[in-house]
Each structure stands twice: as C-alpha cells, then as structure tokens.
C-alpha cells in the first residue's frame, strides 16, 4: 500500500487515512493507495472510512500533474471503483473537499462533515469542469439547476448549506476520524448498505440551452463553464456510464486546450509571485500602526484596507478640515462594509473607537512602523513631505510612496535615510483591488521589501516586486498598448471597435471605457508631462487634447469617448469624438483603413508583449510570471489566458514577432522588437522556461 493513504482497522471499520500534505491533492500515489485499501478493506471490514490527515479531506487532483501522461488508476475509475464496492463507504470532511475531493466523496455511499468544513467543484477556475462524475453525481443528489449554479461558479460551500442541499447527509462538532467512525457505526447498527449516488434517478431537464448562452456571456471568452452545463445536460439523458464517457470527453477537450494551461499557469503563479528568492530567511520589520499621507480617495482606501487588516492607522493631511474629510471617507466605506455584511458592527465599532485616527500634523506619526504617502501625484510635493518624515519618524520606520509614476531612487535619496525607502503602489479603490506593486530602489534595504510583501500577505493582495522605472511594471506597459490603440485609431479604427474587440478578448472593459472610468485628465496630464522629452518620432494623438480642452473628462463629467445619462449604466457612443478624430486623420492625410476585430486584439496584445518583454529584459520585472501577476490583478486581463507572456507562448513567439516586424515597416519608432524576445525566438524557448529558471 502506498504511505499516502494509511490503513487501519478499527473493529468492523476500516479507516483509509489520505496523508498526503499539505492539501491531500489525489495524485498517483493517493489514487492507487484508495483502491488497494478499499481491495483489503473488502476482505476484512464490514464497512469503510475515508479521512484526511491535517488540515483537510482531498482538496482536489493533483494540479501538478496536469500536463503529464496520465498514469493509472484514473480519478474516474477510483471513484466508480468505490461506488461500486459491497461495502458501505463513508466520507468523513473536514477542511475541503474540492474538485477531484467532492467527487471521492460522492463516490461513496454516506457524508459526514464538520461544520467549517467547505465542498465545491472549483475545476472551472483552472479552465476545465468536474471530470471524475462530478457533473453526473452532483446534480443527481442536488438537481440540475443548483448543481449548474455551483459548477459553473466553482463556489466552496458551507457545510450547513451542503446540508441542507443533500451533499452531506450530517454535520457534527468534534474530531473528524472520531465523528466519522461513530456515523460508520450508526450506519452497520442500523443495517444499512452501499447507496451509489450513481443508480439514483437522472435528475430532471432544465432549461440548457439557455443556461449555455449565459454562461458564455459571462465567461467573457472562457469556455469551462458553458462546457460543463452540457456535460451536466447529459446526466439528464444518460445512465452513469454512458454519462461519464460523455462527460470525460468534455473534460479532455478543455483539458487539451490552451484556457487550461492559462488558469493553472495563473494558480500557481499567484501563490509564487510573492516568494522571492532573494528574501529567503529576511524577516521583515515589525508592523502593527501605519500612517497614511494624504485622505483623498486612494489614502482613504489604502486606510482602509490596513484597518480592515488589524493595522492601527493614522491618516495624516495639511489641515484640519482635510483631515475631517478625509476620515468622512474612511468611515463611508467602512460603513458600507458593514451593510454588505463584510465587517462586523462590533469590529467598526472597534476600529473607530481606537484604531484609526485622522490628523493635521505628521509629528503624529512619530511611533508608526510604516508610513505610505499618497499625496498629490507631484516630486516637489513628495520631497516635502519625505523630509519631514525623515524629521519625525523613529529609527528603522520603512517609509512608503503611492506613486504610480515617480522616480523613487530620486524620492529615497533626498533623505539622509534611502534605505528605508520603497514605492508601494496601490490600485484604485486600494481596499477593493488585489495588486500591489512593491517598487524596490537602489538602495531599499531586504528587510524593508520584505515588510512591503509581508504588508501584502496582511491586506491579501497580490504583492508583486518591480524596479523603479516611468510607471512602474504595469502602467508602463499600459501606456504601451494605449498608446497602439491610439495609434489605430487614427489609422482608421474607432474607441468603439477597441473596446469591442478587446472585450471580446476577455477583458473586463475596453481601454477607452476604462480612460472615461479614470477620469480622462489623468491621460492629459501624463501627455502634458512628458511633452518637453517626447521625442519627434512619437506619434501622438491630439484629438485626445481637444476633448479635455472642452471640459470633457469621461463619466464624472458626463462626457467623454462615451456620453453618460445620469441614472443609466454605461455610456453611448459620443459622436463628437468621431467628428475630432476624422479632423485629425484629414488634417494628417491619413486615410482610414479598415481594422478586423483579430486584426486589432493582435496589435493591441503585440504590443503588450514587445513592451513587457523589455520589462523583464531590464530586470524591472525580474520574470515574466511577474508582469502576468500584475495584468492579471490590476489591469483585467482575462485570466484563462494566464497573462500576456503566458498568452504570447501559446500563441507563438516567432509569429508575434515576424508581427512586430511587419508592423515596424510602417512605424519603426513604435515597433521596435524586443531584443529578449528575439533571443528567446532564437534559442526555441518560452517566456515560461524562464520562469523556470532558464536564461538566453
Ligand atoms: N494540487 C496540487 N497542489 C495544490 C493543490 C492541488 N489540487 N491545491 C493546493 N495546492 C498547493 C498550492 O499550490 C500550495 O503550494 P505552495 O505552498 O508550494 O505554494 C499549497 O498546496 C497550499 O495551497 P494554498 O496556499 O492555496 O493554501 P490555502 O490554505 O490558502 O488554500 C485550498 C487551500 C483552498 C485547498 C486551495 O489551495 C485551493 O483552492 N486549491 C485548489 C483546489 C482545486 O481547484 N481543486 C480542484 C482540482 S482539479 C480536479 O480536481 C479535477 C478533477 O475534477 C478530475
């Protein structure tokens, strides 16, 4: 028998125990153990119990295999292969029972859990559905309809809602292996046999079709989810067997296909982004009381974020009355976290009784562990405010900048203490969004990045390290491929067709929906700034000017490459946007040519890609993993594609960059390719071999 499950007879029970840390994932090793205990089982117990050591009951496949020959048994097969058995076969969950998890446990005959424990069938997050009968065996137990809710969300389900659906037949307080053995107890007493999940009757037909098509405008371009409703369709038809054969082939297409491998390349990496070699063994700094520079809408969020965390803060701004509105801030989101159920009133209460403070003077912040400026977005205003830090902060304070753009090394060095310095760039609203960009400086000391990852571990965010450039690893890029959208569009294609066409790549919201959402004075005054340093060749367009210069800043004005009616979600079309770009196109002799939807997501993404791999090549990103974290979690890139570098392997190195190259012929300045990018299409490799560890 192999060591992952161990086996033990207890009386007339057999206990198979999966030991297998740390989530009991049903690799090779755990599949074979299941069927050889079970095999044993049959010849010396009357009944047999399935447990998880640690923390958890099986939360699923092994991940890690994915992609690898599939050794046998199968998952499917050990599951019919309980089912099956003569002997009443009881799940006992504590912990998860996830994916591959659920499905050993509708497997067997009786399910028992404790009451924190969670079951799901979350496979469409990794871009591929329930493919060992959880789409045959959870709608017979729960019906088609909820069983499509829970599939296709992939949402963990509590132990008492499970209940009360019929996935768990009880739930009882106590130690999971003792609970477990007194239901298998029960079970023997009261002569009760194996009961197949897999023989109860076919559920009844929904309305399929329809649930197909929602699915499919939800998933915005992911398949899973609409896949595993007509896999759940054919439990409605078929018997098990038949049922299974058809959902396995279903499996295997998404298993086979490239959303599979950007969903799993997007699991792993958003646990690995933060685990930084070079921090092995660097304890960070103690961090118990921040201060926060600055209450307008992102120091209010970054405060919230920190108090929602247990951090005590103290929000710091020029006057008395902007401290009053920026604390007013605090308190409105707070509150609303309480209305949605999301904060306890007692936990308010808590906080604003003595957790949070709001001040006129930065001497408060003499003892705080951790200070984040987010003042106004300007060098001279920042230095100020560094120097009376440097003043008024005790020894060993790490001392933070929001920038989004700045130049940290010139921030650091402007105080006697640059080794205390670093850039924590938050995402707007910072209490809602999961990035954080942990910017290192020349001389940002280990222990001070490792606070800023440790700060993130606190706020669950994705903390995610860049070096110091012109914004940053994400907004550099942004301005990239915003800047090839604009690009289009004076060649001929509308904001319109952008966002179309990118939306139906799977972002969340077009580039120009999202500059209307901004605010398109942000644009304006990035333009305005590097106007004195642009180089001649840039081609930037102007009609962008001319709709600020009109008051025109998107939907806080009412106006912007959409119009906005006021009680109405999202915008129209604004015609006067069309009227200034074909002013700008005649006054330029450009004659309009006509852009495909493929033919704009390949330029927009080529260009994504060009300007993430110089990214990594000068090390402001140290891997590739590392700038698909930051698209991912802050810039709505759809996740089964696993992020732009992750996109650009399965696309194909060498056919994005013959693209560059043909792009170039009509503008070399733009498209200039990326000197890694030429040595990986060189050397045959992938930006993932990199993230491996290779190098060319
Ligand atoms: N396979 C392999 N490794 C897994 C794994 C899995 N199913 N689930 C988690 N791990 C690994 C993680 O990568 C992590 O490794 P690391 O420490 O080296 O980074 C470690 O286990 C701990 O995971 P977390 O950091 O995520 O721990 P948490 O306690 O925060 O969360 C969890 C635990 C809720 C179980 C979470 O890990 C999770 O959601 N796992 C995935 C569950 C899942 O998707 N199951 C379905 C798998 S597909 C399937 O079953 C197909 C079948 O239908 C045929």
């Known amino acids: 028998m192999s060591d992952a499950i161990e086996y033990e007879l207890k009386g007339d029970i057999a206990v198979l125990r999966a030991n297998n ?15 050889a205990g079970l095999e044993r089982a049959e010849a010396e117990a009357k009944a047999v119990l399935i447990v998880g050591a640690g923390h958890t009951y099986f939360a699923g496949a092994d991940i890690k295999e994915f992609g690898k020959p599939l050794r046998e048994p199968g998952l499917p097969g050990v599951c019919t292969r309980i089912e099956n058995s003569p002997l009443p076969v009881i799940s006992a969950i504590h912990g998860t029972a996830l994916g ?8 067997t005959h009786y399910r028992i859990a404790v009451p924190s424990a969670k079951v799901g ?3 469409v997050h990794l871009g591929i559905l329930p493919g060992a009968g959880g789409t045959q065996r ?3 137990v729960i019906g088609a309809e909820k069983a499509i809710e829970i599939i296709t969300s992939g949402r963990h389900v509590g132990a008492a809602e499970a209940l009360e659906l019929g996935i768990l037949d009880e739930v009882e307080e106590g130690d999971v292996e003792t609970i477990g053995l007194a239901y298998a107890q029960r079970i023997l007493d ?20 329809s649930a197909y098509v929602a699915a499919m405008k939800r998933g915005r371009g992911q398949i899973a989810p609409a896949t595993a409703i007509r896999s759940i369709e054919g439990a409605c038809h078929y018997d098990i067997t038949e049922g299974l054969e058809h959902e396995r082939a279903l499996f295997m297409t998404l298993f086979n296909s490239p959303q599979r491998e950007g969903m799993v390349h997007a699991f792993f990496n958003e646990r690995a982004v933060s685990k930084l070699p070079e921090l092995k063994g660097v304890e960070p700094r103690a961090l118990k009381t921040i201060g926060v520079i600055g209450g307008g809408t992102m120091g209010a969020g970054i405060a919230v974020a920190a108090l929602l965390a247990g951090l005590d803060v103290t929000m710091v701004e020029r006057d008395a009355e902007a401290a009053k509105a920026g604390a007013a801030r605090v308190n ?11 904060l306890s009133q007692s936990k308010y209460d808590a906080i604003m009784a003595s957790g949070f403070r709001a001040l006129d003077s930065c001497d408060a912040l003499s003892e705080a562990d951790m200070v984040i400026e987010a003042a106004f977005e300007e060098m001279g205003v920042k230095k100020a405010i560094f120097a009376e830090l440097d003043r008024v902060c005790k020894k060993g304070a790490v001392l933070a900048s929001n920038t989004s753009y700045l130049d940290v090394n010139e921030i650091a060095a402007s105080i006697s203490r640059p080794r205390d310095v670093l850039g924590l760039h938050f995402f707007s609203p910072a209490h809602v969004m999961k990035l954080l960009e942990v910017v290192v400086a020349d001389e940002t000391a280990p222990d001070v990045v490792a606070t800023g990852f440790a700060l993130g571990k606190a706020l669950r965010k994705i903390a995610v390290r860049s070096g110091v450039c012109d914004g940053f690893i994400g907004n550099r890029i942004l301005k990239t491929y915003r800047s090839c959208a604009d690009h289009m569009i004076m ?9 179309k066409a990118m939306t139906d790549f799977g972002f969340a919201m077009g580039p120009y929906e999202v500059a209307d959402l901004a605010g398109l004075d942000i644009g304006w005054a990035t333009r ?16 962008a000017d001319k709709m600020c210069e009109a008051g025109n800043f998107g939907q806080k004005t009412g106006k912007g490459y959409y119009v906005y009616e006021a009680g109405k979600r999202g915008g129209t079309p604004n015609p006067e946007v069309i009227a200034l770009i074909e002013a700008e196109r005649a006054d330029l002799g450009v004659t309009a040519q006509d852009f495909t939807h493929e033919d704009i997501q390949r330029r927009y993404m080529c260009a994504m890609v060009n300007e993430a791999a110089m990214v990594v090549d000068e090390g402001i990103a140290r891997r590739p993993l590392d700038v698909d974290m930051v698209l991912l979690f802050g810039y709505g890139f759809p996740r089964h594609w696993g992020g732009p570098l992750k996109w650009a392997d399965l696309q194909g190195l060498d056919g994005i960059l013959a693209d560059i190259k043909r792009y170039a012929m009509a503008d070399d300045f733009f498209w200039q390719p990326s000197a890694l990018l030429e040595r990986l299409v060189a050397a045959g490799k992938t930006f993932d071999d990199l993230n491996k560890g290779d190098t060319v």
Do not use: C, W
């Open 21 to 35: 840390p740390p989530v009991n994932a049903l690799g090779h090793a755990v599949r074979t153990g299941l069927i």
């Open 100 to 107: 591959g998890g659920l499905e050993v446990a509708l497997g």
């Open 121 to 123: 069938l979350p496979e």
């Open 138 to 140: 959870l709608p017979r």
């Open 190 to 209: 009261a002569g009760l046999g194996p009961r197949p999940v897999g023989q109860m009757p076919r559920p009844t037909p929904v309305d399929f079709d």
């Open 332 to 342: 409105v989101i707070l509150q609303g976290s309480v209305k949605r159920g999301k």
């Open 491 to 499: 060649d001929g294609a509308s904001p319109y067709e952008i966002d």
């Open 528 to 543: 305005k700034r590097l106007a004195p340093t642009r180089d001649v060749r840039e081609r930037v367009a102007r009609y």
